[in-house]
């Protein structure tokens, strides 16, 4: 009996170890910016930052809201909350993940975490801003940000693409990891 009852004993402790890699690294703080005081401008002007520069990034962010409520002065809402609404519009909902099976390469659908759409959303309204020709970067970005809000524009497109994608490998859910 108590060869048995060790017998199972390791196995379940090899289990474990086999669901556990590494520990999960702390969630940093993020502080709200001066203006608005708001978590969210943060982590997108750390998204547009290049080489450390925050400065430059929250002069082009609140910058592009100045030209975005210049841009929508009949609306009622703030340069903020239209901001808020058109990164709402082009967060996606589900992703397709490359999973290998049986020597095949699947492409499965699968949910996005709540951190990581908002974060899938941010990075594609900088890059396809960025994409843009032509004026200041803060220009580009208020122009992206009026498109994304009117349902539109390149980060839109990249969102409707992810669920087209998703759909159409819908057959390979039950591949889910």
């Keep these: 009996m108590l060869k048995t009852q060790n017998k199972e ?5 090899t289990e474990n170890f086999e ?19 708001d978590i969210k401008v943060t982590k997108f002007v750390n998204h547009l930052m290049y080489d450390g520069k925050k400065n430059v990034s929250y002069d082009i962010f609140y910058s592009a809201l100045e030209i975005v409520k ?9 340069a903020l909350e239209i901001w808020k609404a058109a990164l709402d519009n082009i967060t996606p909902q ?8 049986g020597g095949a390469t699947f492409q499965v659908p699968t949910e ?9 959303s941010m990075k594609n309204v900088i890059l396809y801003a960025r994409k843009r020709g032509g004026k200041s970067m803060a220009d580009k970005l208020a ?4 498109d994304a809000y009117n349902n539109q524009g390149g980060a839109f497109k990249r969102k409707e693409d992810m669920h087209r ?5 819908r057959a390979f859910a039950h591949f889910r990891f």
Excluded: G, H
């Design 19 to 37: 669901k556990m890699r590494k520990t999960k690294p702390k969630k940093r703080v993020i502080l709200p910016d001066p203006v608005f005081n």
């Design 70 to 78: 210049a841009k929508m002065p009949n609306d009622e809402k703030s």
């Design 9 to 13: 004993d390791n196995q379940t402790k």
């Design 94 to 101: 589900v992703e397709v993940k490359s999973r290998r099976i």
């Design 112 to 120: 996005i975490r709540p951190d990581r759409k908002e974060s899938v």
């Design 165 to 169: 994608m998703a759909e159409a490998n």
């Design 143 to 146: 122009a992206e940000i009026v």
